[in-house]
């Protein structure tokens, strides 16, 4: 089992920006896609979008343009740029290594005015 750890949550005005981050232990880190999912209060976890490990990637309808997922295998880290930040982005951000049961704790997002 891989263990994830995210970072970089926080508070922020809309319109604003944050990155997250996923760092992963181990040595699979690079033999999986990686993704991110959301959870609102309230609402069923949600996935936002998903890096290959080709590098293609792929976003949710509500995120395209604005999020952008990348990945640096070097450093088993896994990231989620996120732009023109929205008060219904507000949500814990989990990572995701694809195919398997390993989450990370989560990190809180909160787009408010």
């Known amino acids: 089992q891989v263990r994830l750890v995210e970072a970089g949550g926080g508070l922020v005005r809309p319109g604003g920006s944050l990155t997250l981050s996923c760092a992963a232990s181990?040595?699979?880190?690079?033999?999986?896609?990686m993704a991110w999912y959301r959870q609102a209060p309230g609402k069923q976890r949600e996935w936002v979008a998903t890096?290959?490990?080709?590098?293609?990637?792929a976003y949710d309808d509500s995120v395209k343009g604005r999020f952008t997922i990348s990945r640096d295998n070097t450093k088993k880290t896994a990231y989620l740029q996120m732009n023109s930040l929205k008060p219904e982005d507000t949500a814990v951000y989990y990572c995701?290594?694809?195919?398997?049961?390993?989450w990370g704790q989560g990190t809180q997002v909160t787009v408010s005015s």
């Open positions: 890096i290959f490990r080709s590098n293609i990637t």
């Open positions: 995701n290594r694809l195919g398997t049961n390993d």
């Open positions: 181990g040595n699979m880190f690079s033999s999986n896609a």
